[in-house]
């Protein structure tokens, strides 16, 4: 006899998303979860007052799954404005989004940041993305098809310049996607254009942990273990690692790439579990105010030196820094993020971000310095026709996760849904 009608291995966004709708409908549940918290790699740890997520995260507030399931007004978002600031040498370049920022846009070209055409191409391209998603021909989470351009491929073929795709595309969407190369495929950028141009980035009030926090409190309290470690798992069988064997009707895996490749049998691993993984690490400064006049996302346009991105997150949800204070995050690119060169980074991130705001980065406060070092799968053309799309792995068991679609939290929220629903079908 089953101990439980599903067992939901993992609990991140898609393994909460899964065991919600699963509960919803009546099952009788469990979710285990390793850590001693929900929420997998959106995570947000508190030192010295200071509310630190793991990594550069922000919330779209246009993400089709998070308005289906999540309750927005509830996680009290703070937006950042459109747009970025592009820091080259000693200027800081506003490059902004022309339809909420009209004046600052025109700014953009008479600066020569952005030229006329390639205004003109920013225009056909928000309206094509745009019109792709609303009609539903643009839906990153679909199998790949065989024949997919990379972002840097799309750019050039609708006639940007290099100029722009250096300075602008490069640095924005390439802390986005977590590489430079532009390499990641143009169905994914193209879907993450459309909910730009739709959508805010956002930060949620208590930092990122209070997404997986609202989709946590959304299940029975006994439903969740965490603290939790797996050893391995079988159609209708999971064994914990103290030896405790556990029987459901339908066994979810949601759990990242590698942790469900080291659980599942050999059988059921396929392509997929070979996918690579990207590492990031961000670092995180006290200072006694914010560099920045707005909340805006700076992006390095600098061929070379250690900061990708900066953000200032208490300018946008204030309880990231306690009174007084001011947090000040920079996403690492890869070449700095290796322990071996950490002290090294924090120096040359001073000396950097030194450039762009002046002589007081010196007085800011090193205090944490976050690896993660599985961020986001491989979303390369070649790696997207490798993922796991069906969910079903044999009866009984079942993969989701945002390696099974875009990687994002869209992704893994609409993963985890459609794997629920999925075993409701089948019962």
Excluded at 4 to 26: N, Y
Excluded at 49 to 62: C, P, S, T
Excluded at 161 to 170: D, G, K
Aim: net charge positive.
């Amino acid at each position: 006899m089953n101990d439980f009608d599903a067992i939901v291995v993992g609990g991140g966004l898609a393994g909460l998303a899964c065991a919600r709708e699963l509960w919803r409908a009546g099952r009788r549940g469990l979710l285990l979860e390793a850590a001693e918290r929900v929420g997998g790699r959106v995570a947000t740890d508190s030192v010295n007052g200071f509310r630190i997520d793991r990594g550069f995260q922000v919330y779209n507030d246009a993400y089709p799954e998070g308005r289906r399931q999540l309750d927005l007004a509830a996680l009290k978002l703070g937006p950042f404005e459109a747009g970025a600031f592009v820091a080259e040498g000693r200027r800081l370049t506003r490059v902004a989004d022309p339809w909420r920022q009209p004046l600052a846009a025109v700014w953009s070209l008479v600066s020569g940041r952005v030229g006329l055409g390639d205004a003109l191409r920013a225009a056909r391209l928000r309206r094509d993305a745009v019109a792709g998603f609303r009609g539903g021909t643009l839906d990153p989470d679909r199998a790949a098809l065989q024949q997919e351009r990379t972002t840097a491929e799309e750019l050039a073929a609708r006639g940007f310049s290099p100029a722009l795709i250096r300075q602008f595309f490069v640095p924005f969407f390439g802390g986005v996607f977590l590489e430079r190369q532009l390499e990641t495929a143009a169905p994914v950028f193209l879907f993450d254009f459309a909910m730009f141009a739709l959508g805010r980035a956002t930060l949620p009030a208590g930092g990122m942990a209070a997404i997986p926090a609202h989709l946590a409190a959304g299940l029975p309290r006994d439903s969740i273990r965490t603290g939790c470690p797996v050893r391995r798992v079988v159609p209708g069988r999971v064994e914990l690692a103290d030896g405790t064997v556990l029987a459901a009707r339908d066994v979810i895996v949601a759990t990242d790439l590698a942790a469900a490749a080291a659980i599942l049998p050999a059988q059921w691993r396929g392509d997929w579990a070979d996918r690579r993984q990207k590492p990031t690490a961000l670092v995180a400064f006290a200072a006694d105010r914010s560099p920045l006049a707005s909340p805006t996302l700076v992006v390095s346009g600098e061929a070379s030196g250690p900061i990708d991105n900066l953000t200032v997150p208490s300018d946008v949800a204030a309880d990231y820094a306690p009174a007084g204070g001011a947090l000040v995050c920079v996403s690492l690119r890869p070449e700095f993020s290796g322990v071996g060169r950490r002290a090294e980074a924090i120096a040359a991130i001073r000396e950097q971000a030194g450039r762009w705001f002046g002589p007081r980065v010196g007085s800011w406060q090193h205090l944490a310095t976050v690896d993660v070092p599985h961020a986001l799968p491989d979303e390369s053309p070649a790696a997207r026709r490798r993922r796991r799309v069906n969910p079903r792995l044999t009866a009984g068991l079942l993969l989701c996760g945002d390696h099974c679609a875009a990687a994002s939290i869209n992704g893994g929220l609409g993963s985890g849904r459609r794997t629920a629903e999925a075993v409701l079908a089948s019962s």
